[in-house]
């Protein structure tokens, strides 16, 4: 079945310093990645997409990579600030034109310490 | 901007009783989803509508959910009846759909509680 992983553990970076966050997946080829994030008591809020004919995508202080060899995304948050804290959440989604709903992994809770 | 409008924020209920949660999506939008978000499985696709039709809702409970699109500004989430396990943050989000990538627009979520 298919598989999303992402670190569990809370994952804790001094500010100023660039945060990496790892998003595997298992049993699926998804044709879009997505990076997505969540603060406590809110919905979830897009942030960047990747399809899988692209290496890598920015916007602004985020950076996105995607190896569908390694079946792996990277997510980095460089020169990072406290207001960065927040859970991160990548979804899948096939290539069924649409028809297929994204799939999230768990989220890996990012702290940003001042 | 534009945001997508969940009722109700909380809801405190006891075992058996009917649940209904509503969504509003973004105007526009033809594409509904449902989500529910616990500790342990984290965000799971419960069912979701492409121009108020199912497209799939393989990961509903069918014996006591059932999601409906009434019309394009209204899709409801029913369970019949409740039960603790049913205890979680359910989610409606909507994306303008097309050949692409779903984006999707979150609400701020249904927080249920089945005593």
């Known amino acids: 079945s298919q598989k999303i992983e992402q670190n569990s553990e809370a994952l804790n970076i001094q500010e100023g310093k660039t945060a990496t966050l790892t998003c595997n997946y298992t049993?699926?080829?998804?044709?879009?990645l997505q990076w997505y994030r969540q603060d406590p008591g809110r919905g979830p809020v897009f942030l960047l997409l990747i399809r899988e004919n692209e290496k890598e995508k920015r916007k602004e202080r985020l950076k996105v990579t995607f190896d569908t060899t390694l079946k792996q995304s990277l997510f980095h948050i460089t020169a990072s600030q406290p207001a960065d804290s927040a859970t991160y959440l990548c979804?899948?989604?096939?290539?069924?034109?649409?028809?297929?709903?994204?799939?999230f992994g768990k989220g890996t809770h990012l702290i940003i310490q001042p | 901007d534009a945001r997508v409008t969940q009722t109700p924020r909380h809801k405190v209920t006891e075992m058996g009783q009917e649940v209904t949660m509503r969504c509003q999506p973004i105007?526009?939008?033809?594409?509904v989803f449902w989500y529910r978000q616990t500790m342990m499985q984290g965000l799971e696709l419960l069912a979701y509508f492409r121009n108020r039709a199912p497209l799939d809702d393989s990961g509903m409970p069918k014996d006591r959910f059932s999601a409906e699109m009434p019309d394009a500004t209204l899709a409801t989430l029913k369970i019949q009846p409740s039960e603790p396990r049913d205890s979680a943050v359910y989610f409606c989000a909507s994306a303008s759909g097309g050949a692409g990538a779903n984006v999707l627009t979150f609400g701020a979520g249904s927080r249920l509680t089945v005593l």
């Open positions: 979804a899948l989604e096939g290539s069924g034109g649409g028809a297929d709903g994204l799939t």
């Open positions: 105007l526009g939008h033809n594409t």
């Open positions: 049993n699926y080829s998804p044709a879009y």
